[in-house]
């Protein structure tokens, strides 16, 4: 399986947990760009926070 990544609209390449901030919603947390504080797409974000530097 190769590491998911997301490359935000500001530049920021997601690769870890670390690089994601979670904000909780009413129902699912939404998880947002450590750098930018844009949404994070919930399917790559489920990937990426599984993730951790080797
Ligand atoms: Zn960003």
Sequence with gaps: ???ASYTCQ???TL???QDLVK???DVYPTWK???C???VP???AEQIK???PS
Excluded: T
């Design 10 to 12: 500001c530049g920021a």
């Design 50 to 52: 599984h993730q951790h």
């Design 23 to 25: 904000e909780q919603g």
């Design 37 to 39: 504080l844009s949404e």
């Design 42 to 44: 919930s399917v790559r």
């Design 15 to 17: 690769r870890y947990k």
């Design 1 to 3: 399986m190769s590491p």
């Design 33 to 35: 760009c450590r750098e």
